[in-house]
């Protein structure tokens, strides 16, 4: 059988899939870019035509700045504490000992519980009349009075990063122990013999076999982390003082409670340009790795 | 003072018993292969004396001193594994190396011992090479120096020749055996294969479901099988073993009136009637030429040539016969043939328990 007769029918196979992507995503996507040349509001027809001056004063404001500053921030910090956090359980979890199997399906359970579900818990701990958090931090004489956690511009990323990251250390957590499962048992043998501590045994026996993985896992959650808008949006909304406030509570912001749909769209656009140059990167990143690694 | 000894040594995993009390004593320098099909507990019994595995009861000693409950690291032994088990992505200086640095001996010291391992090993073209972009037998090779630069009291190896294809498998077992007789360290090597054993061994222990069903020289081990399966087990094709009883005071293979006479050593072992196992090898018959006592009328069934010999399978009575015999043997299927053998090479057992009877 020729080989242009295996490409077209691959076409063939594929144009339905193909129609449904252009429909579901290329239409709306070619609309938002339309959108963000005007100065179209959320309701009513049409808007002027503008240019880039969208782009311009977004990019331009100080809003953008201090927003992309705590996006970047919730990112970085939480995506490492979930990381470290994730293969340190994984590491514990590897081990042989009674009901390491009941351990390991508790585990998943943060990650398996719906974000707004997981956001009030949070919201309900850090209380400021009722919480735990507060109970807890008297009780061990850490804090003299309740504080507000979520109140307060000084405290409420932090929050809101620590919900994150009960949430999602499961994900790289689960990752890792998959990995963990394909480091040969002669290679750790050959390494106790050699006489490596634990601390060696992770660098040259464990972290080669853990590394492509957790690449795909920091990959997964960065992206993630940048676009978070749920966790956010249930605890503070962006605030206080705008303090907790990504680029996708802006973009909401923007085209929804300001109604500026033309000035959301450039913003949105914005956004997902950051993401795929994060996602090419990294994709680069990983075909890095596992070439190593091979 | 033995080198290494090993008194008793039990393993359970759950209910099962894996090993069911091993007994072994090394001089300085013994070669000793643990010998046996799979799941015998080979590596159980390695990894016991690696410190990798737990023993449930008994002792391990090595130049005198018990080392159950000591670390791998400080028992003075180096480890061979089937699958190389090197580190993936250290080069292949450092892997060598690598018990060395852990040990915190010095980088120049380190470098000398790596250098002269892999001059041993002819590696030194592959040192700065990483061990995915090593074949099969430079990765052994590897694994090998890894263990040869630590000077250990004991190497261990489990099967480490498995892996590698027929040719460089009989390569790197002439390198071992060349190693061995240069270093003069003690060796426990596991393997499933019987030439490995007997080519490489000082002593064999023939080991079957968690017991040493023999423990001798390779000569003994060939030439004196203790049981049937040791017989069966060493040597390709395997020892023949032909139906038998004792009637009036010769062997009488059953199932045929072939009659021969009963050898000398074995008078006192044997009662009249009792039923026996008679065991030749194939290497040990021939082709009679003028007639004798110790002739066994065949016809043949099968002949095969594989290069060094003739491999035939004849039919004796209703009991079946292979005789390895010299390439240019005037044998055609279908013919009636007597063999015949030396007096020395026939072994009688015991049917019931398996055992080889008593000699005088
Ligand atoms: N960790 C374990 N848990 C339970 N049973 C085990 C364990 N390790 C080994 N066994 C059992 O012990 C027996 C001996 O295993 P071992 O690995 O020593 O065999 P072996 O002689 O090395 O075989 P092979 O030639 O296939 O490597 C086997 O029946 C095996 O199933
Ligand atoms: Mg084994």
Redesign the interface.
Known sequence: MSSTWMTTRAWLLMLPLLVVMVAVIGWPLVDTVNLSFTDAKLVGTGGNYVGFDNYTNMLSSSNFSRTLVTTTLFAVISVAAEMVIGVLAALLLNQQFHGRAVLRALMILPWALPTVVNATLWRLIYNPEYGALNAALTQLNLIDAYRSWLGEPGTALAALIVADCWKNFPLVALIALAALQAV?R??T?????????PF?RFR??I???LAGPLMVALVLRTIEAFKVFDIIWVMTRGGPANSTRTLSILVYQEAFSFQRAGSGASLALIVTLLVTVLAVAYAALVRKTAG??? | MSALEIRNIRKNYGSVETLKGIDIALQSGEFLVLLGSSGCGKSTLLNIIAGLAEATSGDVLIGGRSILGVHPKNRDIAMVFQSYALYPNLTVRRNIGFGLEMRGVAADEREKAVAEAARLLQIEALLDRKPSQLSGGQRQRVAIGRALVRKPQVFLFDEPLSNLDAKLRLEMRTELKRLHQMLQTTVVYVTHDQIEAMTLATRIAVMRDGRIEQLGTPEEIYNEPATLYVAGFVGAPSMNMLQASITGGKLAIAESDVRIPLPARYANAAREGARLVVGIRPEALRVATAPTDLSLPVEIEVVELTGPELVTTARIGAQRLTACLPPRSQVAKGEKRSLTFDETALRLFDPSTGKALPTV
């Open positions: 040969p002669d290679i043998a050959a390494s106790l013999v050699d006489g490596a501590g060696n040259f026996v972290l080669p076999y190593s690694a091979a």
